[in-house]
């Protein structure tokens, strides 16, 4: 049916198609559809066809003479692996199976188009095409621009929504395993991602939530799926105006019951059973008495009950926290496992037969029955009974009749069924109340994931269900097909012909009309002893006369049915039984009864829906918001219970009249092969699922009328060589079309001209492509010609060359031969004439040496003799020299001998004195030599033992001191003893005692002078001590010196290795620095996204809740400041809670909320609140232990004790109750602490934090004010306890003596310490004055003398004791400490002990935060204390302002009062004239002018006003407006200026965030801004550059450290804009203009492509760009940057940054796009480059790295255009492509396609070499680059050169109210 335009062509063209070398597809038992190749042309008439096979054998293939139906031809090699089935040239079964198959196998690509139908193979392997990356790369794509991928569709469905407002559906179908639920969660991720709620409900995560939930319930492993959903669902996800995810809701269908009691050989149970058993090990699941899964009867009949890589107890707890994430609690989570145990048990009930066979019994200690009835709370003894009995009713009475075991065994699994089945809906009801939302739904996208046509050997109920279901659904899809193919011509304005596509309208009347299969059923199932033969013979009377039902010639109890797919049998046993769903309502009764809550309410029956028992649990009673035109169904008797058939047919009209009211997109899902092998393809199977899944239908539709549909632009491009040159003048491509195709197909009806395109009937392109490839071979055999020719005339002039060359070599050898027979002879004759005058001397030489030896013999006897006279003579001599010798020496040794004597006497005394200088010199260099060894430890031991004579000196010193005052106190004794003696005696003894005195007086001189003495000998000791340690000291200082040289030595050797290895610590920093400062910019980028988003949200809660008493907020206030705005309070005291109030109230909620100091420093003073506290606490506790031993060892007083002790207790009780009430404050302070770190981290992104966060605030407030009560409380009870002590010791003095021990009336009185001690004075002279004592006593004065006396011990006593408890306080605050260090160490050896567990990446990360966490405490206290520095400054400051300006004040009244006294003598007026005084670069201006300053210099400027001007002007005034307010000290005027400056500026950027220009003036401005606040700081550092008048304009008295951060935070925001704003421009113009316009013209050509058309392919559409265009919007940006003076550095980051976006958006596009990755489009993406970087250095920017972010850009388009064959090439392919993934290289070859027949296509095992080479590189495993990453910005400080008095201030800014100082 599918191949009928194919056979009419074949028909009309087979003697022109059926040549020599055509290939065609021939039937195949195996592979289905095979190649062949024709041998012999055909011929009308013949009756064969001669083919050769592709493995060389040859075939005759039979030709039918009647039907003449010749084989399917094959479509070129340059069409095959298309990714729309429809741009084949022949759409035909082989053509599609075998393009499947190619781009499966050997590209791996599961995902194709054929029209608007996606086809996805199930590759059984996870791959990584769904990451991320991959979502936003297809984000904003139309659907024909990337390659085939089920994000596509998802953005076709998202988009459609969005731009025609009308409700999407995405139909996901295919046979089990195909991988339809993978597809669905797939689309559903996208639209979460996509589509992400407004809100923090976090409804996506919700939704995605929802997936592993449903799966654990509704799905099982089957032998075709490990994951297999055994149940359809249909899933709305709702979304708002915005297109914002707001809500989901979820239908299902027809859930597989019968798998929860029976499950075939290697399949399992639904997966949520296995889960819990392997879970059921954990505490909270003991209650269960589950064990593992093969112990159950219900789990284990399929034999294996595990999954290869599946583990279930992680799975389990994914369900759980899914579970958790959609609201339901735990106690209802406990209710599900334990029904879903019961169910289990229930499975495992031992039921026996009795011996008559017809009733049954369970044993009443069944472990089993006992877990089932515990675990769902109903009673043991019905359900006992109730399993095994069943109730009759009738009309007279009631019976209760036993069943036999087979009776027993199906309704105790029909029980289990049911409970299964409520349980289902329930949770599938709670999910879509989770996922429900009460904001009104604008639209909604369907994604409906519902089982494919199925055919088994056994085909029951369930199959039947399906089918039908899939029957419906293919009548939508043909009629959908259908409508869309209509509305393409009709607006493509071509005639209409009417398209026969097959309708199974009559198959589903089959089944749903009246009186069809579903009616008798249902019918059969009231008839009370209905059977399903008798239901098989009425389908057979009713029915066989329909085309669509058959009976089997075999059977009576089975019926086939023609489906759309195929013929299925259907067995009729069991449809019955499944159709009524029957379950005893005895048993379902005591369920009702169940004491759980939960248990019971599953079973109550709804009044208004259908029952909870219905298989299409949620299909009848969701409600959706479309309906059709078409009448509802008549219902069913209410007094019978509706059959599942019923049911399901009801939902399915419902899900029906959704996807009518929706636009529909298709998913197919194909199985491969039922061995779950990946990658491996089996045509069999694969042409059964295509022909079942609709997809060879849109084929046959698309064939029947136009398919091959082409722009006039692209065909133009494509078949431009067959165009002639006269026809390529005229400008009009459509005409120049319509001539060219009138000129090549004669038959008109072969295609139709449209609107836009160009219409063509199947085949037709082939046969345009076959003259195109006819046009390209001629020209190619002209061009081989002629190269041919050229290069026989150049191997002709090679081979003459060659010839002549050779003459030249042969003539040269015979010349060169001549020459050296001559040079042979010549040589002959010189050898002749050598050789005889050798033997005429050899001749001579021979008489010669005869002469010379007679000459020789006789001159040697003459010599001879006269040898032996000379030798007389000369011993004579030698006799006579001896002896002269002989007297001589004689003589001179007695001289010698004189003269050693001599000297020897005269050298002694010199070595005497020598020896003495030598022995002084030795002496002190072996002291020094031996003193050098050990020299400190002496000089130690010397100090040591002056220190030691030094004490002996100083106790030499005391006892002398001692014995001398002992001596004068004896002298004094003497001498009064004497006086006394004198007086006694008289002047008798004078003499003895004048005597004794002169004694002791010598012996008290001879004392003095023995310590006269001692003191002398002490000081010269000493003096000799200090003089050996000064030497000593000067010595070490010496050694030291040599010490340093020989250090600096040794440091300048290590000079060159410390070099080298800080120079890889330099590297190893900077990059480290570099990740820092892009983990901080991000921050900073998170930040101000999620600052924008609370202004929003904040902003759309002011328009939704104004009323007429709103209030709004002041208009200088922006909801763009941020905490770093302020850093007012960083610089302000915190130390109590009452200042940080006071500072949030002022600087407003929004501020307070994110200031992380104040929070940390809050943080700070609670814990030293806590530290205070328990200081306290300690000293409350030793009070009181002192209390309770003084009550211990005192008796019981008097009742005034008592009293005391009483309001002692009371007081007690008070401070007690304080103390509670602090603590109490305490927690509300660290909840309100907790609220605000919590607010903080939410960042104010909900819309009702403001008034929360107010309400914490008052919280706080109240806290503090009651805690401010309490502390009054707590002074007022102080002073009363004080009070009362002083009222009881005065009444106690006023009272008579009562006790013993008052003896005198004012000895309670209390008596000052001066008062005591002038009465002790007082007695003292009284008792010197006086002696009469009772006189004394009369009057008082005596008693008064021991009062002060007593008051005197007591007050030394006092002091004692205050000194011990002082002593006592330090010694407590000594071992406090010591027990704080040993808990800090005892911490600190926890730590480490656990730490040493840890791995050492591990123990480097905790190190890493132990340091971060002590440095942030330590920076948190230095802060402080400089805060408290910075403050007493100040205060200082504005004292000595105070006292300055009054000393100015009492100097002009000084003056005023001189002058007023000298007024009289002036005797005429003088005029005082001002001096003029240069400009000294400050502006000046009032505080109520700030507002009026921000908004002409920030607000309302606009660029174009200051052109002309000094670039970066407003920065310099705000700067000179800065340096005037710190001329003058004004703090509170620099804060808000620079304040209301930041704020103005993120005001402008917020209202421009789109403006290019504005964003890169105000980037420019703070830029400026910062630097002159670095330049003019004071930092010496900053300040190298300057000159001395710019010294002169630095700030003098603050230090704006903190906020240059604040503006450098500020300065990253803005660049991130200003690149997102260029961003958005050129993302536009970069795919159309680097990878699809022609920069070379000529040289791309245009591939046939299908239904899904590239919208930017249209011929000169507004959407086209080129190369061009971005360089002049590069011009335009490089222009505006440096027009507004921003600093070259930041240009060339900015180019930088959108050159890697450019780089990384065509690269995405390249590796997602299978039609661009071509030589071609290699060529042109050179080219491109190549222009982009003569750009850059004409720029000057090819410095700033923009070409190395290229880099993989260059290497891909250098990929495309390497030759791809041999080994050799694979290699160079590696070496070369180095900054490209191995992933990106595999999938640009997988997608490498040829444009034309004479490129070829890389070979699979081409690429399987590439990987094996590159198997050693560790990539990441991401495909694509993260067009979205930015690198970290630096802003380098560029001092500016102008100073402030030179610049000028245009009167265009209005600025009049700034005065120059």
Same mark, same amino acid.
């Given at each position: 049916?599918?191949?009928?335009?194919?056979?009419?062509?074949?028909?009309?063209?087979?003697?022109?198609?059926?040549?020599?070398?055509?290939?065609?597809?021939?039937?195949?038992?195996?592979?289905?559809?095979?190649?062949?190749?024709?041998?012999?042309?055909?011929?009308?008439?013949?009756?064969?066809?001669?083919?050769?096979?592709?493995?060389?054998?040859?075939?005759?293939?039979?030709?039918?003479?009647?039907?003449?139906?010749?084989?399917?031809?094959?479509?070129?090699?340059?069409?095959?692996?298309?990714?729309?089935?429809?741009?084949?040239?022949?759409?035909?079964?082989?053509?599609?199976?075998?393009?499947?198959?190619?781009?499966?196998?050997?590209?791996?690509?599961?995902?194709?188009?054929?029209?608007?139908?996606?086809?996805?193979?199930?590759?059984?392997?996870?791959?990584?095409?769904?990451?991320?990356?991959?979502?936003?790369?297809?984000?904003?794509?139309?659907?024909?621009?990337?390659?085939?991928?089920?994000?596509?569709? $998802?953005?076709?469905?998202?988009?459609?929504?969005?731009?025609?407002?009308?409700?999407?559906?995405?139909?996901?179908?295919?046979?089990?395993?195909?991988?339809?639920?993978?597809?669905?969660?797939?689309?559903?991720?996208?639209?979460?991602?996509?589509?992400?709620?407004?809100?923090?409900?976090?409804?996506?995560?919700?939704?995605?939530?929802?997936?592993?939930?449903?799966?654990?319930?509704?799905?099982?492993?089957?032998?075709?799926?490990?994951?297999?959903?055994?149940?359809?669902?249909?899933?709305?996800?709702?979304?708002?105006?915005?297109?914002?995810?707001?809500?989901?809701?979820?239908?299902?269908?027809?859930?597989?019951?019968?798998?929860?009691?029976?499950?075939?050989?290697?399949?399992?149970?639904?997966?949520?059973?296995?889960?819990?058993?392997?879970?059921?090990?954990?505490?909270?699941?003991?209650?269960?008495?589950?064990?593992?899964?093969?112990?159950?009867?219900?789990?284990?009949?399929?034999?294996?009950?595990?999954?290869?890589?599946?583990?279930?107890?992680?799975?389990?707890?994914?369900?759980?926290?899914?579970?958790?994430?959609?609201?339901?609690?735990?106690?209802?989570?406990?209710?599900?496992?334990?029904?879903?145990?019961?169910?289990?048990?229930?499975?495992?009930?031992?039921?026996?037969?009795?011996?008559?066979?017809?009733?049954?019994?369970?044993?009443?200690?069944?472990?089993?029955?006992?877990?089932?009835?515990?675990?769902?709370?109903?009673? *043991?003894?019905?359900?006992?009974?109730?399993?095994?009995?069943?109730?009759?009713?009738?009309?007279?009475?009631?019976?209760?009749?036993?069943?036999?075991?087979?009776?027993?065994?199906?309704?105790?699994? $029909?029980?289990?069924?049911?409970?299964?089945?409520?349980?289902?809906?329930?949770?599938?009801?709670?999910?879509?109340?989770?996922?429900?939302?009460?904001?009104?739904?604008?639209?909604?996208?369907?994604?409906?994931?519902?089982?494919?046509?199925?055919?088994?050997?056994?085909?029951?109920?369930?199959?039947?269900?399906?089918?039908?279901?899939?029957?419906?659904?293919?009548?939508?899809?043909?009629?959908?097909?259908?409508?869309?193919?209509?509305?393409?011509?009709?607006?493509?304005?071509?005639?209409?012909?009417?398209?026969?596509?097959?309708?199974?309208?009559?198959?589903?009347?089959?089944?749903?009309?009246?009186?069809?299969?579903?009616?008798?059923?249902?019918?059969?199932?009231?008839?009370?002893?209905?059977?399903?033969?008798?239901?098989?013979?009425?389908?057979?009377?009713? *029915?066989?006369?329909?085309?669509?039902?058959?009976?089997?010639?075999?059977?009576?109890?089975?019926?086939?049915?023609?489906?759309?797919?195929?013929?299925?049998?259907?067995?009729?046993?069991?449809?019955?039984?499944?159709?009524?769903?029957?379950?005893?309502?005895?048993?379902?009764?005591?369920?009702?009864?169940?004491?759980?809550?939960?248990? $019971?309410?599953?079973?109550?029956?709804?009044?208004?829906?259908?029952?909870?028992?219905?298989?299409?649990?949620?299909?009848?009673?969701?409600?959706?918001?479309?309906?059709?035109?078409?009448?509802?169904?008549?219902?069913?008797?209410?007094?019978?219970?509706?059959?599942?058939?019923?049911?399901?047919?009801?939902?399915?009209?419902?899900?029906?009249?959704?996807?009518?009211?929706?636009?529909?997109?298709?998913?197919?899902?194909?199985?491969?092969?039922?061995?779950?092998?990946?990658?491996?393809? @089996?045509?069999?199977?694969?042409?059964?699922?295509?022909?079942?899944?609709?997809?060879?239908?849109?084929?046959?539709?698309?064939?029947?009328?136009?398919?091959?549909?082409?722009?006039?632009?692209?065909?133009?491009?494509?078949?431009?060589?067959?165009?002639?040159?006269?026809?390529?003048?005229?400008?009009?491509?459509?005409?120049?079309?319509?001539?060219?195709?009138?000129?090549?197909?004669?038959?008109?009806?072969?295609?139709?001209?449209?609107?836009?395109?160009?219409?063509?009937?199947?085949?037709?392109?082939?046969?345009?492509?076959?003259?195109?490839?006819?046009?390209?071979?001629?020209?190619?055999?002209?061009?081989?010609?002629?190269?041919?020719?050229?290069?026989?005339?150049?191997?002709?002039?090679?081979?003459?060359?060659?010839?002549?060359?050779?003459?030249?070599?042969?003539?040269?050898?015979?010349?060169?031969?001549? $020459?050296?027979?001559?040079?042979?002879?010549?040589?002959?004759?010189?050898?002749?004439?050598?050789?005889?005058?050798?033997?005429?001397?050899?001749?001579?030489?021979?008489?010669?040496?005869?002469?010379?030896?007679?000459?020789?013999?006789?001159?040697?006897?003459?010599?001879?003799?006269?040898?032996?006279?000379?030798?007389?003579?000369?011993?004579? %001599?030698?006799?006579?020299?001896?002896?002269?010798?002989?007297?001589?020496?004689?003589?001179?040794?007695?001289?010698?001998?004189?003269?050693?004597?001599?000297?020897?006497?005269?050298?002694?005394?010199?070595?005497?004195?020598?020896?003495?200088?030598?022995?002084?010199?030795?002496?002190?260099?072996? *002291?020094?030599?031996?003193?050098?060894?050990?020299?400190?430890?002496?000089?130690?031991?010397?100090?040591?033992?002056?220190?030691?004579?030094?004490?002996?000196?100083?106790?030499?010193?005391?006892?002398?001191?001692?014995?001398?005052?002992?001596?004068?106190?004896?002298?004094?004794?003497?001498?009064?003893?004497?006086?006394?003696?004198?007086?006694?005696?008289?002047?008798?003894?004078?003499?003895?005692?004048?005597?004794?005195?002169?004694?002791?007086?010598?012996?008290?001189?001879?004392?003095?002078?023995?310590?006269?003495?001692?003191?002398?000998?002490?000081?010269?000791?000493?003096?000799?001590?200090?003089?050996?340690?000064?030497?000593?000291?000067?010595?070490?200082?010496?050694?030291?010196?040599?010490?340093?040289?020989?250090?600096?030595?040794?440091?300048?050797?290590?000079?060159?290795?410390?070099?080298?290895?800080?120079?890889?610590?330099?590297?190893?920093?900077?990059?480290?620095?570099?990740?820092?400062?892009?983990?901080?910019?991000?921050?900073?980028?998170?930040?101000?996204?999620?600052?924008?988003?609370?202004?929003?949200?904040?902003?759309?809660?002011?328009?939704?809740?104004?009323?007429?008493?709103?209030?709004?907020?002041?208009?200088?206030?922006?909801?763009?400041?941020?905490?770093?705005?302020?850093?007012?309070?960083?610089?302000?005291?915190?130390?109590?809670?009452?200042?940080?109030?006071?500072?949030?109230?002022?600087?407003?909620?929004?501020?307070?909320?994110?200031?992380?100091?104040?929070?940390?420093?809050?943080?700070?003073?609670?814990?030293?609140?806590?530290?205070?506290?328990?200081?306290?606490?300690?000293?409350?506790?030793?009070?009181?232990?002192?209390?309770?031993?003084?009550?211990?060892?005192?008796?019981?007083?008097?009742?005034?004790?008592?009293?005391?002790?009483?309001?002692?207790?009371?007081?007690?009780?008070?401070?007690?109750?304080?103390?509670?009430?602090?603590?109490?404050?305490?927690?509300?302070?660290?909840?309100?602490?907790?609220?605000?770190? @919590?607010?903080?981290?939410?960042?104010?992104?909900?819309?009702?934090?403001?008034?929360?966060?107010?309400?914490?605030?008052?919280?706080?407030?109240?806290?503090?004010?009651?805690?401010?009560?309490?502390?009054?409380?707590?002074?007022?009870?102080?002073?009363?306890?004080?009070?009362?002590?002083?009222?009881?010791?005065?009444?106690?003095?006023?009272?008579?003596?009562?006790?013993?021990?008052?003896?005198?009336?004012?000895?309670?009185?209390?008596?000052?310490?001066?008062?005591?001690?002038?009465?002790?004075?007082?007695?003292?002279?009284?008792?010197?004055?006086?002696?009469?004592?009772?006189?004394?006593?009369?009057?008082?004065?005596?008693?008064?003398?021991?009062?002060?006396?007593?008051?005197?011990?007591?007050?030394?006593?006092?002091?004692?004791?205050?000194?011990?408890?002082?002593?006592?306080?330090?010694?407590?605050?000594?071992?406090?400490?010591?027990?704080?260090?040993?808990?800090?160490?005892?911490?600190?050896?926890?730590?480490?002990?656990?730490?040493?567990?840890?791995?050492?990446?591990?123990?480097?990360?905790?190190?890493?935060?132990?340091?971060?966490?002590?440095?942030?405490?330590?920076?948190?206290?230095?802060?402080?204390?400089?805060?408290?520095?910075?403050?007493?400054?100040?205060?200082?400051?504005?004292?000595?302002?105070? *006292?300055?300006?009054?000393?100015?004040?009492?100097?002009?009244?000084?003056?005023?009062?001189?002058?007023?006294?000298?007024?009289?003598?002036?005797?005429?007026?003088?005029?005082?004239?001002?001096?003029?005084?240069?400009?000294?670069?400050?502006?000046?201006?009032?505080?109520?002018?700030?507002?009026?300053?921000?908004?002409?210099?920030?607000?309302?400027?606009?660029?174009?006003?200051?052109?002309?001007?000094?670039?970066?002007?407003?920065?310099?005034?705000?700067?000179?407006?800065?340096?005037?307010?710190?001329?003058?000290?004004?703090?509170?005027?620099?804060?808000?200026?620079?304040?209301?400056?930041?704020?103005?500026?993120?005001?402008?950027?917020?209202?421009?965030?789109?403006?290019?220009?504005?964003?890169?003036?105000?980037?420019?401005?703070?830029?400026?801004?910062?630097?002159?606040?670095?330049?003019?700081?004071?930092?010496?550092?900053?300040?190298?550059?300057?000159?001395?008048?710019?010294?002169?304009?630095?700030?003098?008295?603050?230090?704006?450290?903190?906020?240059?951060?604040?503006?450098?935070?500020?300065?990253?925001?803005?660049?991130?804009?200003?690149?997102?704003?260029?961003?958005?421009?050129?993302?536009?113009?970069?795919?159309?203009?680097?990878?699809?316009?022609?920069?070379?013209?000529?040289?791309?050509?245009?591939?046939?492509?299908?239904?899904?058309?590239?919208?930017?392919?249209?011929?000169?559409?507004?959407?086209?760009?080129?190369?061009?265009?971005?360089?002049?919007?590069?011009?335009?940006?490089?222009?505006?940057?440096?027009?507004?003076?921003?600093?070259?550095?930041?240009?060339?980051?900015?180019?930088?940054?959108?050159?890697?976006?450019? %780089?990384?958006?065509?690269?995405?596009?390249?590796?997602?796009?299978?039609?661009?990755?071509?030589?071609?489009?290699?060529?042109?993406?050179?080219?491109?480059?190549?222009?982009?970087?003569?750009?850059?250095?004409?720029?000057?920017?090819?410095?700033?790295?923009?070409?190395?972010?290229?880099?993989?850009?260059?290497?891909?388009?250098?990929?495309?255009?390497?030759?791809?064959?041999?080994?050799?090439?694979?290699?160079?392919?590696?070496?070369?492509?180095?900054?490209?993934?191995?992933?990106?290289?595999?999938?640009?070859?997988?997608?490498?396609?040829?444009?034309?027949?004479?490129?070829?296509?890389?070979?699979?095992?081409?690429?399987?070499?590439?990987?094996?080479?590159?198997?050693?590189?560790?990539?990441?495993?991401?495909?694509?680059?993260?067009?979205?990453?930015?690198?970290?910005?630096?802003?380098?400080?560029?001092?500016?050169?102008?100073?402030?008095?030179?610049?000028?201030?245009?009167?265009?800014?209005?600025?009049?109210?700034?005065?120059?100082?």
């Amino acid at each position: 049916m599918e191949g009928a335009p194919a056979e009419k062509l074949a028909l009309f063209l087979g003697p022109f198609f059926f040549r020599r070398y055509t290939r065609v597809w021939i039937p195949d038992p195996d592979e289905v559809w095979r190649s062949a190749e024709l041998t012999k042309d055909y011929k009308e008439g013949d009756q064969s066809l001669q083919l050769r096979l592709e493995d060389e054998t040859i075939r005759e293939y039979p030709i039918d003479v009647q039907s003449n139906q010749l084989p399917f031809l094959r479509n070129p090699d340059i069409l095959v692996g298309e990714n729309d089935l429809t741009a084949l040239s022949y759409l035909h079964e082989p053509a599609v199976l075998h393009n499947l198959k190619v781009r499966f196998l050997e590209s791996n690509h599961i995902y194709t188009y054929c029209g608007i139908v996606l086809v996805a193979i199930n590759p059984y392997e996870q791959l990584p095409i769904y990451g991320q990356d991959v979502i936003y790369a297809y984000s904003g794509q139309n659907m024909g621009d990337m390659d085939p991928h089920i994000f596509a569709v $998802a953005e076709e469905a998202y988009k459609q929504m969005a731009r025609d407002e009308k409700n999407q559906s995405i139909i996901v179908s295919g046979e089990s395993g195909a991988g339809k639920t993978v597809s669905a969660k797939y689309a559903m991720r996208y639209f979460a991602t996509v589509g992400g709620s407004a809100s923090d409900t976090n409804i996506e995560e919700k939704v995605l939530a929802s997936s592993p939930i449903m799966e654990a319930i509704g799905n099982a492993k089957t032998t075709r799926n490990d994951n297999s959903s055994r149940f359809g669902k249909y899933i709305q996800i709702g979304f708002d105006k915005r297109y914002h995810i707001i809500g989901a809701n979820m239908r299902t269908y027809l859930l597989e019951k019968s798998r929860v009691v029976f499950q075939a050989d290697d399949e399992r149970n639904y997966h949520i059973f296995y889960q819990l058993c392997a879970a059921a090990n954990l505490p909270e699941f003991k209650e269960l008495a589950l064990t593992c899964a093969e112990d159950f009867f219900y789990t284990s009949q399929g034999g294996d009950t595990s999954i290869e890589g599946v583990d279930d107890a992680e799975d389990f707890e994914k369900t759980r926290q899914a579970f958790t994430l959609l609201g339901v609690r735990e106690s209802h989570q406990i209710s599900i496992f334990k029904i879903i145990a019961s169910i289990l048990h229930l499975g495992n009930v031992e039921i026996r037969a009795e011996r008559d066979g017809d009733s049954c019994s369970i044993s009443p200690q069944d472990k089993h029955l006992n877990n089932f009835c515990q675990l769902l709370g109903v009673e *043991h003894s019905q359900m006992e009974h109730w399993l095994c009995h069943r109730k009759l009713i009738t009309t007279s009475e009631t019976y209760v009749k036993t069943m036999s075991l087979q009776q027993v065994v199906n309704a105790r699994n $029909a029980l289990a069924k049911h409970i299964y089945a409520q349980l289902f809906c329930w949770i599938v009801e709670h999910v879509n109340k989770a996922l429900h939302t009460s904001l009104k739904q604008h639209s909604f996208i369907g994604v409906l994931d519902i089982y494919g046509f199925e055919t088994f050997e056994v085909n029951s109920f369930e199959q039947f269900c399906i089918n039908y279901a899939n029957e419906k659904l293919q009548q939508q899809f043909n009629s959908h097909v259908f409508k869309l193919e209509q509305e393409e011509y009709m607006k493509e304005q071509i005639p209409w012909t009417l398209i026969d596509f097959y309708d199974n309208q009559p198959c589903i009347d089959l089944i749903e009309a009246k009186l069809g299969i579903l009616d008798l059923l249902d019918e059969e199932c009231k008839v009370p002893k209905g059977t399903d033969q008798n239901w098989a013979q009425k389908l057979y009377d009713r *029915h066989s006369g329909s085309q669509h039902f058959q009976k089997p010639r075999m059977s009576n109890t089975a019926f086939i049915v023609v489906h759309f797919a195929d013929k299925v049998e259907y067995l009729s046993d069991g449809f019955l039984e499944k159709n009524r769903d029957t379950v005893y309502e005895e048993q379902i009764n005591i369920l009702k009864a169940s004491k759980f809550p939960l248990v $019971a309410d599953l079973f109550h029956d709804d009044k208004d829906s259908v029952p909870a028992s219905t298989t299409s649990a949620k299909g009848s009673s969701s409600k959706i918001n479309v309906r059709s035109a078409r009448p509802q169904l008549k219902a069913c008797n209410k007094e019978h219970k509706k059959t599942v058939g019923h049911q399901f047919r009801t939902s399915l009209h419902l899900l029906m009249e959704t996807l009518n009211a929706t636009t529909p997109h298709y998913v197919r899902c194909i199985k491969p092969n039922d061995e779950k092998l990946p990658f491996h393809f @089996d045509p069999k199977r694969a042409v059964q699922q295509l022909r079942a899944c609709g997809v060879l239908e849109t084929i046959r539709i698309s064939a029947a009328g136009y398919p091959s549909r082409w722009a006039y632009h692209d065909f133009f491009n494509r078949y431009r060589m067959l165009m002639k040159n006269r026809e390529l003048t005229s400008g009009d491509k459509k005409a120049i079309c319509r001539s060219v195709l009138e000129n090549l197909i004669k038959d008109p009806d072969k295609f139709q001209f449209g609107r836009t395109k160009i219409f063509f009937r199947a085949g037709q392109v082939a046969y345009l492509e076959k003259l195109r490839a006819d046009k390209f071979r001629a020209a190619t055999i002209m061009i081989q010609k002629t190269v041919r020719g050229w290069l026989q005339k150049v191997k002709y002039r090679r081979l003459k060359g060659a010839t002549l060359t050779l003459q030249r070599y042969c003539r040269g050898h015979l010349a060169r031969r001549l $020459a050296e027979h001559l040079r042979r002879t010549r040589a002959a004759v010189v050898f002749q004439k050598q050789y005889r005058m050798r033997r005429a001397r050899l001749t001579y030489q021979r008489v010669r040496r005869a002469a010379i030896v007679l000459q020789a013999f006789a001159r040697g006897m003459f010599v001879r003799r006269n040898y032996h006279q000379v030798l007389r003579e000369h011993k004579a %001599t030698i006799i006579q020299k001896h002896v002269r010798g002989w007297t001589a020496r004689r003589h001179f040794q007695r001289l010698r001998g004189a003269a050693i004597v001599i000297q020897c006497s005269f050298r002694r005394l010199k070595a005497k004195q020598e020896l003495k200088a030598l022995r002084i010199e030795a002496r002190s260099a072996q *002291h020094l030599k031996r003193l050098n060894v050990g020299m400190e430890n002496k000089v130690v031991q010397l100090q040591r033992k002056i220190d030691d004579q030094n004490k002996e000196f100083k106790t030499l010193s005391e006892q002398l001191s001692a014995v001398t005052s002992a001596h004068a106190m004896e002298v004094e004794k003497l001498k009064k003893e004497l006086a006394h003696y004198q007086q006694s005696q008289g002047e008798d003894s004078g003499l003895k005692l004048q005597e004794e005195v002169e004694s002791l007086r010598t012996e008290l001189q001879k004392a003095h002078s023995e310590r006269k003495i001692l003191e002398d000998a002490h000081s010269r000791e000493n003096d000799e001590l200090r003089k050996r340690v000064a030497d000593l000291e000067q010595e070490n200082a010496l050694l030291k010196d040599e010490k340093e040289q020989l250090n600096h030595q040794i440091l300048c050797q290590s000079k060159d290795d410390f070099a080298q290895s800080s120079v890889k610590e330099n590297l190893l920093m900077k990059k480290e620095l570099e990740e820092e400062r892009s983990r901080y910019q991000n921050l900073v980028k998170e930040y101000s996204r999620l600052e924008q988003r609370y202004d929003n949200l904040r902003d759309e809660m002011t328009i939704i809740k104004q009323t007429p008493g709103h209030r709004r907020n002041p208009s200088n206030q922006s909801s763009l400041e941020s905490d770093s705005n302020y850093p007012s309070i960083s610089t302000s005291e915190v130390g109590d809670t009452e200042d940080a109030l006071q500072q949030v109230e002022e600087i407003g909620l929004e501020k307070a909320a994110m200031d992380m100091t104040v929070f940390l420093k809050l943080q700070k003073r609670v814990r030293e609140l806590e530290q205070e506290r328990k200081k306290l606490q300690v000293q409350l506790d030793k009070r009181e232990q002192q209390d309770s031993k003084r009550a211990q060892m005192e008796p019981a007083k008097n009742d005034i004790d008592l009293d005391q002790d009483a309001d002692l207790a009371y007081n007690t009780l008070k401070r007690q109750e304080l103390e509670s009430e602090n603590k109490k404050l305490k927690n509300d302070l660290n909840e309100l602490r907790k609220a605000v770190a @919590d607010q903080a981290t939410q960042n104010n992104s909900t819309h009702s934090s403001p008034d929360s966060y107010s309400l914490l605030l008052n919280q706080l407030k109240l806290a503090n004010e009651e805690l401010e009560v309490r502390k009054e409380e707590v002074l007022i009870l102080r002073t009363q306890i004080v009070s009362t002590d002083q009222r009881r010791l005065a009444g106690k003095s006023t009272e008579p003596n009562i006790n013993a021990r008052t003896s005198w009336p004012n000895s309670e009185k209390h008596v000052d310490q001066e008062d005591a001690i002038e009465a002790y004075h007082g007695v003292c002279q009284t008792n010197s004055k006086t002696e009469d004592w009772g006189y004394l006593n009369e009057d008082g004065e005596l008693g008064l003398a021991y009062q002060g006396l007593k008051q005197v011990a007591r007050l030394l006593e006092a002091q004692l004791q205050a000194q011990s408890r002082a002593h006592e306080a330090e010694a407590e605050c000594l071992r406090a400490q010591v027990e704080a260090l040993k808990e800090e160490m005892d911490r600190q050896q926890q730590t480490f002990s656990q730490t040493l567990l840890l791995s050492p990446e591990a123990q480097v990360e905790l190190g890493v935060q132990q340091e971060m966490s002590r440095l942030t405490n330590e920076n948190l206290d230095l802060k402080e204390l400089v805060e408290k520095l910075e403050k007493n400054e100040k205060k200082l400051k504005k004292q000595l302002k105070i *006292h300055m300006k009054k000393v100015q004040d009492l100097e002009a009244a000084q003056t005023l009062a001189q002058n007023g006294q000298r007024r009289h003598e002036l005797n005429r007026q003088v005029t005082v004239q001002r001096k003029e005084k240069d400009f000294q670069g400050m502006l000046e201006y009032h505080k109520e002018d700030e507002a009026l300053l921000i908004r002409n210099l920030v607000t309302e400027l606009k660029p174009q006003a200051l052109v002309g001007t000094v670039p970066c002007l407003p920065a310099y005034i705000l700067y000179m407006c800065i340096r005037h307010a710190d001329y003058v000290n004004d703090d509170l005027k620099v804060h808000s200026l620079l304040t209301s400056s930041i704020n103005g500026i993120k005001k402008v950027l917020k209202k421009h965030n789109d403006d290019f220009e504005m964003t890169s003036f105000w980037l420019s401005n703070t830029c400026r801004l910062l630097h002159c606040l670095k330049q003019y700081s004071g930092d010496e550092g900053f300040m190298t550059q300057n000159t001395a008048k710019q010294n002169e304009h630095c700030l003098k008295n603050f230090d704006l450290t903190e906020y240059r951060q604040v503006l450098s935070d500020l300065s990253i925001q803005i660049y991130q804009q200003l690149i997102k704003i260029a961003e958005g421009v050129l993302q536009p113009m970069i795919v159309s203009a680097m990878l699809e316009n022609e920069s070379i013209q000529g040289l791309s050509g245009v591939k046939p492509t299908g239904y899904r058309k590239r919208s930017s392919s249209m011929a000169d559409g507004d959407n086209s760009y080129c190369l061009e265009a971005i360089i002049r919007q590069m011009n335009s940006f490089h222009t505006v940057l440096c027009d507004q003076g921003l600093d070259p550095e930041i240009i060339q980051q900015v180019f930088k940054q959108l050159f890697y976006m450019i %780089t990384a958006v065509t690269l995405n596009n390249l590796l997602l796009r299978k039609d661009v990755c071509s030589w071609s489009t290699g060529m042109q993406l050179r080219y491109n480059i190549s222009q982009l970087e003569e750009w850059l250095r004409g720029r000057n920017l090819h410095q700033s790295g923009a070409v190395q972010t290229m880099e993989p850009l260059i290497q891909a388009a250098q990929l495309l255009q390497l030759k791809k064959k041999t080994t050799e090439d694979a290699e160079a392919i590696c070496s070369l492509c180095t900054s490209l993934s191995t992933q990106q290289i595999i999938k640009i070859l997988n997608l490498y396609t040829p444009l034309n027949e004479f490129e070829e296509r890389v070979t699979v095992s081409f690429i399987r070499t590439i990987q094996a080479q590159l198997q050693e590189r560790n990539d990441p495993q991401q495909l694509l680059l993260d067009y979205k990453h930015m690198f970290p910005v630096l802003f380098p400080f560029n001092p500016s050169a102008l100073t402030m008095d030179s610049i000028h201030i245009p009167a265009c800014l209005n600025l009049e109210f700034l005065n120059e100082v």
